[in-house]
Antibody, heavy 126, light 108 residues
Framework: QITLKESGPSLVKPTQTLTLTCTFSGFSLSNNGEGVGWFRQPRGKALEWLALIFWDDDKWYGPVLKRRLTISKDTSRNQVVLTVFNMDPVDTGTYYC??????????????????WGQGTVVTVSS | SSELTQDPAVSVALGQTVRITCQGDSLTKYSVSWYQQLPGQAPSLVIHGRYNRPSGIPGRFSGSSSGNMASLTITGAQAEDEADYYCNSRDNSGKLVIFGGGTKLTVL
């Protein structure tokens, strides 16, 4: 059974750096095809994809925070870390990590995010 | 790049069938998965782009795709299906994950 859980500060000040950790179980991020993604959701708004890291350490970043993000993995500890630099009040929201299930549809590789963490609420305020 | 377009809101009478759509240029090549977000909860997968319904998802949920449009159909909608629904796929480059803006489903 795959589980994921986000952890990190619930309150950060503007301009500070946010570091969130996703601790997972039930799979290994060193296995071919595995991936972990991060999304966020401002209160009352739609989901925003932030980043995705693959088993081979390939890293993809979404357009929303691309220049302010890094994603990394610690395979031995079953963790993925998301770092967001220069936080702003507009970055307030719920941050989720999830397991990526990759599959091929005969034309291309695709993603389904089949297990999600419960989310962690981050507020940016002075 | 490309994006996925969803109707912001859809309503359905209890027990009736509703179709929620997701449109995008990249869908002629990339598969769509669907997520349900109940009020106050994390999203969860309801339709997998490869095998349709994950274990535990009721049979009234189904997914389909044709051309540049994908659909989530709920046959016999229940009150507990009232939620936000999101589609996801990849953009035309194949290097970006994209999500639709979400559809708020109201069951009347």
């Amino acid at each position: 059974q795959i589980t994921l859980k986000e952890s990190g500060p619930s309150l950060v000040k503007p301009t500070q750096t946010l570091t969130l950790t996703c601790t997972f179980s039930g799979f290994s991020l060193s296995n071919n095809g595995e991936g972990v993604g991060w999304f966020r959701q401002p209160r009352g708004k739609a989901l925003e994809w932030l980043a995705l890291i693959f088993w081979d350490d390939d890293k993809w970043y979404g357009p929303v925070l691309k220049r302010r993000l890094t994603i990394s993995k610690d395979t031995s500890r079953n963790q993925v870390v998301l770092t967001v630099f220069n936080m702003d009040p507009v970055d307030t929201g719920t941050y989720y990590c999830m397991h990526r299930d990759g599959f091929h549809n005969g034309k291309s590789w695709n993603d389904a995010f089949d297990v999600w963490g419960q989310g962690t609420v981050v507020t940016v305020s002075s | 790049s490309s994006e996925l377009t969803q109707d912001p809101a859809v309503s359905v009478a209890l027990g009736q069938t509703v179709r929620i759509t997701c449109q995008g240029d990249s869908l002629t090549k990339y598969s769509v998965s669907w997520y349900q977000q109940l009020p106050g909860q994390a999203p969860s997968l309801v339709i997998h782009g490869r095998y349709n319904r994950p274990s535990g998802i009721p049979g009234r949920f189904s997914g389909s795709s044709s051309g540049n449009m994908a659909s989530l159909t709920i046959t016999g909608a229940q009150a507990e299906d009232e939620a936000d629904y999101y589609c996801n796929s990849r953009d035309n480059s194949g290097k970006l994950v994209i999500f639709g803006g979400g559809t708020k489903l109201t069951v009347l």
